[in-house]
């Protein structure tokens, strides 16, 4: 079993930046993939950006393309999403989840997932 804990949430102005990191138990083939999603009320979760541990497969929603950054911390278990320029439509509780395949975690199916961590931007 991996247990994933989100951290860095909050709430900042539009325009801000916030960091999230996401910690990772113990090591795991699972950890080959590590990806942010988010869910808005009342809106479907969708995905952020994932990225592979070897970096070879980085992948971002159009909406935060720019924007948002995923990077990792292999010898950590830990990946991050560096999110400037926020805007208010970026508020949503976001997870952490990981997984062996980069597309099928992007696809929403992860092994393993995070309890969120709320960010909320104000207008």
């Known amino acids: 079993q991996v247990q994933l804990v989100e951290s860095g949430g909050g709430s900042v102005q539009a325009g801000g930046s916030l960091r999230l990191a996401c910690a990772a138990s113990?090591?795991?083939?699972?950890?080959?993939?590590m990806g942010w999603f988010r869910q808005a009320p009342g809106k479907e979760r969708e995905a952020v950006a994932v990225l592979s541990r070897g970096g070879n497969y980085e992948r971002y929603t159009d909406s935060v393309k720019g924007r948002f950054t995923i990077s990792r911390d292999n010898a950590k278990f830990t990946v991050y999403l560096q999110m400037n320029n926020l805007r208010p439509e970026d508020t949503a509780m976001y997870y952490c989840?990981?997984?062996?395949?980069?597309?099928?975690?992007?696809?929403?199916?992860?092994?393993?997932w995070g309890q969120g961590t709320q960010v909320t931007v104000a207008s």
């Open positions: 113990t090591h795991s083939a699972s950890l080959a993939c």
């Open positions: 989840a990981v997984d062996a395949s980069c597309n099928r975690l992007y696809d929403g199916i992860g092994a393993y």
